[in-house]
């Protein structure tokens, strides 16, 4: 009978070690599968950005003229709500490509402002995810000499 017992007794020890490792091994995977996402979601607002900044760069150079912003960009522009918009499309590597192989776009839009001179061209720029997602949007304004 004192045989049997510590049998019975090391089978549960055996038991709650095993329980102890696979609750630390589900916390593991957790942990690094949530790394994963954020470093994913890292990698794609740095690219974001840095097209971004490319674009808005090369709005100030074209002076803000939307059709020479999207010739430089490889892009194109297209009538939205009647004002007239710059669209690049950009590949899961963040390459310009067509619309049918594209995961972002970025948009650029004129936005017309009263009480601003007439050499400033002010606009929004911004880049979202084709599901809708907005990754980033900001102002970007040039002028015309």
């Not at 999207?70 to 918009?85: D, F, K, P, R, Y």
């Not at 950009?90 to 490509?97: A, Q, R």
Request: with cysteine; glycine share 4%; charged share 20%.
């Amino acid at each position: 009978m004192n045989r049997r017992s510590r049998s019975t007794l090391f089978l549960m020890e055996q038991l709650i070690v095993v329980a102890v490792f696979a609750i630390c091994a589900a916390a593991c995977v957790r942990i690094l599968s949530a790394s994963y996402f954020m470093a994913t979601e890292t990698k794609e607002m740095n690219n974001a950005i840095r097209v971004a900044e490319s674009s808005a760069e090369s709005y100030k150079a074209t002076e803000g003229d939307l059709q020479k912003t999207a010739e430089v960009l490889g892009g194109s522009t297209v009538s939205i709500n009647g004002s007239t918009a710059a669209v690049v499309f950009y590949d899961k590597d963040w390459h310009v490509c067509s619309e049918s192989d594209a995961q972002y776009m970025l948009r650029m839009v004129k936005e017309p402002t009263a009480d601003a001179p007439a050499t400033l061209h002010s606009g929004v720029l911004s880049i979202e995810k084709l599901t809708g997602e907005l990754i980033l949007t900001f102002p970007v304004s040039a002028t015309t000499r």
